[in-house]
C-alpha cells in the first residue's frame, strides 16, 4: 500500500534549528572575509609569503636569496603570473569542489531512496 | 568541576593559546628555497614517520569500511578546497587556511598527514605556493602539528564534557592556529639563531593580531563540520 504522505503536496516544515544556526556561522563567515576588505581602505592584501621574505631580510639585515626556485617558475622561465596563479587556485578549488558535490549528491541520494544499506 | 567551570577552563586554555602567544615571522607555507639545507632535510627526516603511521592508519579504516574511502576523499577535497581561497584578515593581508581539523576529528590525526602532503605537492609543483624543498617543513606544520593538537583538544574537551559544537569549534580553530605557529617557528628560527635579536619585539605585523578574525573561520567550519557528520551518520573514529 503505498504511503499517501508522499503521493500528497508536502508541507511546508518549520526550519530546523540546525539549519538556522549554519546559516548564520557561514553569513559570519562571509562577514569575516568582506570586512577586512572594506574598513581597511588602501590596505595592500599582499600574500603572507612576500611578508614572510620581508621579515626575514629585516631580521637577517641583508637581502636574503632563496636557492631554489619552484619547478614550475623554472619551467616557464619566470615568475608565475598573477593571473595565471588565480587559474591554478581556482582550479584546485574546482577539483576540492567536484569532488564533495559528487559524494555529497550520492548520499543525499542513497538517504533519499532509503536504501542506505545497500552497496550503492 | 561544574559544567560551567569545565567550560570556563577550556575556554580560557584556547583563549590564552590564541592571544599569549608572540612568534616572530608570519608565513603561511615557506616559500621554496627559504630554508637552509639542513633544515629541509631535518623537516623532512621529522615528517617521515608520521607519514608511516598515517598511511598504515588509513590502510586500517579503509579496511575496516568500504564506505569510509568516500569520506576520506571528501575530508581531502576538503583540504584542497579550503587552502586554496586566499581570505583577507584585518592586518591588510591574506592567509590561507588549512582545513585540516575535519580529517583530525574523523580519521585521527595520522591520517590526515598523507592527506595534507597531497595537497601541498599539487600546490608545490603546479602553483609554486610553498615548495618542493620545504615539503618536510611545510608537512610538518600543516598535516602533523595543526592536526594532532586538534586532535588533542577534542579529546580534553570531550575528557571534560564540553558541549559537542564547542569541542570541534576549539579543535578546529586552535588546531588552524598552531599550524602558523609552527610555521612561524620553522620559518623564524633559523634566521633568528645567526641574529640573537628580541624575538618576540621583531614581529612587527604581529601574527597574533592578524590571526584573531581568522580563528573564527575555524570555528564556523568546525560548526559545519559537526552539522555535516551527523547526516552522515558517521562518529569519529576513536572515542
Known amino acids: 500500500m503505498a504511503n499517501p504522505s508522499t503521493n500528497a503536496v508536502k508541507t511546508k516544515k518549520p526550519m530546523s534549528k540546525d539549519k538556522k544556526t549554519v546559516i548564520i556561522l557561514l553569513v559570519v563567515v562571509a562577514l569575516l572575509a568582506l570586512i577586512p576588505l572594506f574598513t581597511l581602505k588602501g590596505a595592500e592584501f599582499g ?11 629585516q631580521v637577517q639585515g641583508k637581502e636574503y636569496t632563496p636557492w631554489a626556485t619552484p619547478v614550475l617558475e623554472q619551467l616557464i622561465g619566470g615568475e608565475l603570473p598573477g593571473e595565471v596563479e588565480s587559474l591554478l587556485f581556482c582550479v584546485q578549488t574546482g577539483i576540492g569542489v567536484g569532488i564533495i558535490a559528487f559524494f555529497l549528491g550520492r548520499f543525499v541520494e542513497r538517504k533519499k531512496l532509503g536504501k542506505e544499506d545497500q552497496e550503492l | 568541576m561544574t559544567k560551567k567551570q569545565r567550560w570556563l577552563v577550556s575556554a580560557s586554555a584556547a583563549f590564552s593559546l590564541c592571544f599569549g602567544i608572540m612568534p616572530a615571522a608570519f608565513a603561511m607555507h615557506i616559500m621554496e628555497g627559504y630554508l637552509p639545507v639542513g633544515y629541509c632535510v631535518l623537516w623532512g627526516v621529522v ?15 579503509v579496511e575496516e569500511n568500504r564506505r569510509s574511502i568516500t569520506l576520506l576523499a571528501m575530508a581531502g577535497a576538503f583540504i584542497f578546497v579550503i587552502s586554496s581561497l586566499k581570505i583577507p584578515s584585518v592586518t591588510g593581508s591574506c592567509s590561507h587556511m588549512t582545513g585540516t581539523g575535519l580529517g583530525a576529528l574523523l580519521f585521527g590525526p595520522a591520517a590526515v598527514s598523507v592527506l595534507g602532503i597531497i595537497v601541498l605537492i599539487f600546490q608545490a609543483i603546479l602553483l609554486a605556493h610553498g615548495g618542493l624543498t620545504t615539503l618536510g617543513a611545510n608537512t610538518f606544520s600543516m598535516a602533523i602539528a595543526g592536526p594532532f593538537v586538534s586532535y588533542g583538544i577534542y579529546l580534553l574537551c570531550n575528557r571534560m564534557k564540553v558541549n559537542r559544537k564547542v569541542t570541534v569549534f576549539l579543535a578546529c580553530a586552535v588546531g588552524d592556529l598552531f599550524t602558523y605557529l609552527c610555521d612561524g617557528g ?3 628560527l633559523w634566521p633568528i639563531r645567526r641574529k640573537t635579536a628580541a624575538w618576540p619585539l621583531r614581529s612587527s605585523n604581529s601574527w597574533a593580531s592578524s590571526r584573531r578574525p581568522s580563528c573564527l573561520w ?7 563540520r559537526w552539522s555535516s557528520s551527523s547526516p552522515l551518520k558517521i562518529t569519529p573514529a576513536r572515542k
Open chain 1, 47 to 57: 600574500g603572507s609569503d612576500d611578508a614572510g621574505s620581508q621579515m626575514i631580510s
Open chain 2, 47 to 61: 615528517s617521515l614517520p608520521f607519514l608511516i603511521w598515517g598511511f598504515i592508519s588509513i590502510k586500517k579504516t
Open chain 2, 186 to 188: 620553522g620559518t623564524g
Open chain 2, 218 to 224: 575555524p570555528s564556523s567550519k568546525g560548526f559545519c
